[in-house]
């Protein structure tokens, strides 16, 4: 009896230690390494608003989007970026950085696309500061206090296309390397409402066309230069989006007072004594192409000088570089021209070239306006020739008909029963249509009895017309007497004035006296 209790004891500690562990199995967990207070989810860690004054030390390697914005952070540890190898976009805006330094983003993931540092306290940007940042595409650096860029400061962002320095304290930019970054994937540059003063106007008008349609000046003390006036005024009648859309935002300082502004295109008269010859010389214009559809294509990079690396941009945007593009349509031959074998209306276009070399004095860029037309069909010549002929024939009927058949109802008084037209028919109806009627009055008229023969009837013509445009009453047409009329008897003629009118012309007709 005493082993059955102690089998059955033992056996109701077992199955109590078992559901123990079956419903902490079904207990929520803290995911693996997430800081206190963040939020993590799936692939993202969000630790936005949480008044942090460090980075976490420890992060989760599954983060792919992590966001640290909207704290007090004013300082990042070199490396702390190792763990996170998915970090595809990282969030630092609105913190109280002051300062990067060599190493911070070294051991970033070379899958991150994003970096936010907009809205921060940086005074500076050094060579090494942005080291490791290889793939990134889009940097925002917008309302900080950049005062200073490094030559180099962006040497390393190979694939950046989206570059934000508004709102900053820059004087100053380099457009002819654009401090080392490559022009040939950068799409947005934004410096718009900055201190820059100095602009180098040949250096802005050798960027390639698709960085022009992206660069923001706007909201900068710019010069009043009659260079950099007639070069803007281009791009902004060339419809660019980065002057037409914000053209009132466009100012220059006529003094050295910042109250001297004055908007570029608003103020015109500023400008009245700028000679457009200094203009001329500072953009290649692009060259117009015409090709119809199916034909073959071959551009040439004409440069100053033998380039040793040449690359093309698409219409699409789409880097071309050898061995052409990736659906195979273009090709980029070993001379660094581009060839299409069969043009399509995808095609159609702006082909920019992008050269380089150390015997170039500058990277140089080359443009070329690509239309694309559909082939016109051929016309068919016996179309042509028959429906001439058809027309000359008809027109010859329509001429033998109005000679030798005039219209039947003229002789319907002399033959009541037919309406065949006889030249014996001499007689026409009595009361005659109203244009006869206009017809007979507009005649030759003679002030001349017949009984006088002793004048010349050429001396005594008078010429009766009529005056377009003016109507008399009842609908009837006004004649006049023109201003020729007879010298020798001017009462010989006198007009019968209507009853409605006394000042008019002779509205019912004229009476020989």
């Given at each position: 009896m005493a082993r059955l209790v102690l089998q059955s004891t033992l056996l109701c500690l077992l199955r109590v230690t078992l559901g123990t562990q079956d419903s902490d199995s079904f207990l929520p967990r803290e995911p693996h390494n997430c800081p206190h207070k963040c939020v993590c989810a799936a692939d993202l860690l969000d630790c936005a608003g949480l008044g942090l004054r460090e980075v976490p030390v420890t992060l989760p390697a599954a983060a792919a989007d992590l966001d640290l914005s909207h704290n007090g952070l004013q300082r990042l540890p070199p490396g702390w970026l190792a763990p996170l190898s998915r970090l595809r976009a990282l969030h630092l805006n609105h913190n109280e950085l002051e300062a990067l330094g060599r190493g911070v983003f070294t051991n970033a993931s070379a899958g991150l696309r994003l970096l936010d540092l907009s809205s921060n306290a940086l005074r500076a940007l050094g060579r090494h500061d942005l080291d490791g940042l290889g793939a990134l595409e889009t940097l925002f650096l917008f309302n900080n206090h950049l005062a200073h860029l490094d030559e180099r400061a962006f040497h390393h962002l190979g694939t950046l296309s989206r570059l934000y320095l508004g709102c900053n304290e820059l004087s100053s930019f380099s457009f002819n390397h654009l401090h080392g970054l490559g022009a040939a994937h950068l799409r947005i540059l934004d410096l718009s409402s900055n201190h820059i003063e100095r602009t180098p106007v040949p250096d802005l008008a050798a960027l390639p066309a698709f960085l022009k349609n992206g660069l923001y000046l706007h909201n900068n003390p710019l010069p009043c230069d009659c260079r950099l006036y007639h070069l803007l005024r281009r791009w902004h009648q060339r419809g660019l989006s980065a002057v037409s859309d914000f053209a009132r935002q466009y100012t220059c300082q006529a003094f050295k007072v910042p109250a001297s502004r004055v908007r570029f295109f608003a103020h015109s008269r500023v400008?009245?004594?700028?000679?457009?010859?200094?203009?001329?010389?500072?953009?290649?214009?692009?060259?117009?192409?015409?090709?119809?559809?199916?034909?073959?294509?071959?551009?040439?990079?004409?440069?100053?000088?033998?380039?040793?690396?040449?690359?093309?941009?698409?219409?699409?945007?789409?880097?071309?570089?050898?061995?052409?593009?990736?659906?195979?349509?273009?090709?980029?031959?070993?001379?660094?021209?581009?060839?299409?074998?069969?043009?399509?209306?995808?095609?159609?276009?702006?082909?920019?070239?992008?050269?380089?070399?150390?015997?170039?004095?500058?990277?140089?860029?080359?443009?070329?306006?690509?239309?694309?037309?559909?082939?016109?069909?051929?016309?068919?010549?016996?179309?042509?020739?028959?429906?001439?002929?058809?027309?000359?024939?008809?027109?010859?009927?329509?001429?033998?008909?109005?000679?030798?058949?005039?219209?039947?109802?003229?002789?319907?008084?002399?033959?009541?029963?037919?309406?065949?037209?006889?030249?014996?028919?001499?007689?026409?109806?009595?009361?005659?249509?109203?244009?006869?009627?206009?017809?007979a009055q507009s005649s030759v008229l003679s002030t001349t009895p017949p009984d006088a023969p002793s004048r010349k009837a050429s001396v005594h013509k008078h010429v009766v017309f009529l005056e377009p445009g003016r109507r008399g009453f009842n609908g009837r047409v006004q004649l006049a007497v023109a201003e020729d009329f007879d010298l020798y008897n001017p009462s010989g003629l006198r007009l019968k004035a209507g009853s409605e009118s006394t000042s008019s012309t002779a509205s019912e007709g004229l009476v020989m006296t």
């Open positions: 400008f009245e004594n700028c000679s457009v010859a200094l203009a001329q010389d500072l953009e290649r214009p692009e060259e117009q192409l015409h090709v119809q559809v199916g034909r073959s294509l071959r551009l040439h990079c004409n440069t100053s000088a033998p380039a040793l690396r040449v690359a093309w941009v698409s219409p699409q945007h789409e880097l071309l570089v050898a061995p052409g593009s990736r659906n195979g349509s273009i090709a980029v031959l070993a001379d660094g021209s581009l060839a299409i074998r069969s043009v399509q209306p995808w095609h159609e276009g702006v082909f920019v070239c992008l050269a380089t070399g150390p015997r170039l004095p500058h990277n140089q860029t080359h443009e070329y306006n690509v239309s694309v037309a559909f082939p016109h069909p051929e016309p068919n010549a016996f179309n042509t020739g028959f429906t001439t002929l058809l027309g000359c024939a008809v027109g010859l009927t329509l001429v033998l008909l109005y000679l030798f058949a005039p219209p039947c109802p003229g002789c319907r008084r002399c033959y009541l029963r037919t309406c065949r037209c006889c030249h014996r028919c001499r007689r026409w109806p009595q009361t005659p249509s109203p244009l006869r009627e206009l017809s």
